[in-house]
């Protein structure tokens, strides 16, 4: 049983927007990180962003996404966004979402828990 399912990946064109989601399942976010990462066909995953629901939630952003990205939570949803604006074709990628305890890293191997994935397609 996952603990998290993405939504809101699509096909976009250069210079769009899209939200994602992270609905968090059996657990409530105030104790734990959620990161995104993604991973392109070829390529190595990469980080996107993180955001540490514990403490004073500070974020994380990938150099690549940085001014572009924004992730935020809804506590009453047990949710986690990623807005993504001014997308590129080198945005396109599979993007998953990830939990650790509280505090964020980038390294994917300290994140126990993943979703399945989202698919987004920036191309026109």
């Known amino acids: 049983q996952r603990n998290l399912v993405e939504s809101g990946g699509g096909l976009v064109q250069p210079g769009g927007s899209l939200r994602l989601s992270c609905i968090a399942f059996g657990f409530t976010l105030d104790s734990y990180a959620i990161g995104w990462f993604r991973q392109a066909p070829g390529k190595e995953r990469e980080e996107v962003s993180c955001?540490?629901?514990?403490?004073?939630?500070?974020?994380m952003y990938g150099d690549s996404v940085k001014g572009r990205f924004i992730i935020s939570k809804d506590n009453a949803k047990n949710t986690v966004y990623l807005q993504m604006n001014s997308l590129k074709p080198e945005d396109t990628g599979v993007y998953y979402c990830a939990r650790k305890g509280f505090v964020c890293t980038w390294n994917p191997g300290d994140f126990g828990s993943w979703g399945p994935g989202t698919q987004v397609t920036v191309s026109s």
């Open positions: 955001l540490s629901t514990y403490g004073d939630g500070s974020t």
